[in-house]
């Protein structure tokens, strides 16, 4: 069945997994954990040297809380983006993530991820 089809409960059961990896990855920058998930068109954007440099310079991408709590899903034509309130372990104050998914060769693969 495909992401499109499921309800938001049954997103966020493949989609806090997913979450919890890229949260435990950024957090020690370990780059080949943070793309396990990625999908084709998202591991061609997102080369090593890239993610080092955001890693080295934004606190917030490598001090995220495993406290997080998915609060709703929009769904855009081929994707579901999944909408997270996130907090860190050191700058006060709540953070937007967002996690866009959708299918790629029968697997749900990630097409976009964000903490604002």
């Known amino acids: 069945m495909s992401i499109l089809e499921k309800s ?12 919890a990896n890229l949260i435990k990855s950024s957090n020690i920058k ?3 954990g ?6 084709s068109q998202m591991l061609y954007g997102a080369n090593e040297v890239e993610l080092g440099k955001q ?8 001090s995220l809380s495993n ?3 998915p609060f ?3 769904r855009r034509g081929q994707y579901i983006t999944v909408l997270y309130k996130q907090i860190s372990t050191k700058i006060p104050g ?12 029968g697997l749900t693969k990630v097409f976009g ?3 604002f």
């Open 8 to 19: 938001d409960e049954e997103i966020f059961k493949i989609a806090d997994p997913i979450w």
């Open 30 to 32: 370990d780059y080949g």
């Open 34 to 39: 943070f793309t396990r998930d990625f999908s």
């Open 55 to 62: 890693w080295a310079s934004n606190e917030l991408i490598t």
């Open 67 to 69: 406290e997080y709590k």
């Open 72 to 74: 709703g899903c929009l």
């Open 94 to 105: 709540d953070f937007l993530g967002r996690l866009v998914l959708g299918d790629e060769d």
């Open 113 to 115: 991820a964000t903490i």
